[in-house]
């Protein structure tokens, strides 16, 4: 790697220590990302992608896997270019939660809101409330491999949901 793009990306994760670092208090916003053990068990943690427009301390949080090995149709890939690190949201997996069960101590940084807003579309599509224009990745959507990361997930979300109480 060239001494410039070390640099830069020296700079670019300092840069984004400090926007954690001074969102510590804050509180849960969209973006956010946070350390879950059951999500932590399959290799995710739990980002908050949408707030409810009735309740405002009920967001939608979606799995963000950082091992970017698979994508399939309802995902969305996050570039760790513009956040601290890579990886995929998986939107059709999520899960309604209440501010209370999301502890600032739990808050382990965040996604850029480009992707936050990428999810949103994804999950208008999903519900049908908007057509999908983007290629339908079929292959990887019907491959045994990511069909059982996704059971394993949707077992984390279901044990979470368990824990806290389904919203």
């Known amino acids: ?6 640099q830069y990306q020296i700079n670019r994760l300092k840069r984004l220590e400090k926007i954690v670092k001074d969102r510590a208090n804050d509180p849960c916003s969209l973006g956010d990302l946070y350390v879950i053990p059951e999500f932590a068990v399959v290799g995710c943690e739990l980002a908050v992608v949408l707030q409810n ?7 939608y949080a979606v799995p963000f896997d950082q091992s970017d090995s698979m994508v399939g149709t309802w995902d969305v890939v996050v570039d760790e270019s513009v956040t601290k690190c890579g990886g995929v ?6 899960c309604w939660i209440s501010s209370d069960n999301l502890p600032k ?27 999908v224009s983007w290629a339908v990745r ?3 959507d019907c491959d045994p491999d990511y069909a059982e990361l996704l059971d394993d997930i949707t077992k984390a979300v279901t044990a979470f949901e368990s824990r806290v ?3």
């Open 53 to 59: 427009l009735d309740d405002p301390l009920l967001w």
């Open 105 to 131: 101590d739990k808050r382990s940084g965040f996604v850029d809101i480009s992707f936050v807003n990428e999810a949103k579309r994804v999950l208008r599509c999903l519900v049908g409330a908007e057509e």
């Open 138 to 140: 079929e292959n990887v």
């Open 1 to 6: 790697m060239r001494d410039f793009d070390v």
């Open 165 to 167: 109480g389904a919203v």
């Open 89 to 94: 949201l998986r939107c059709g997996r999520g």
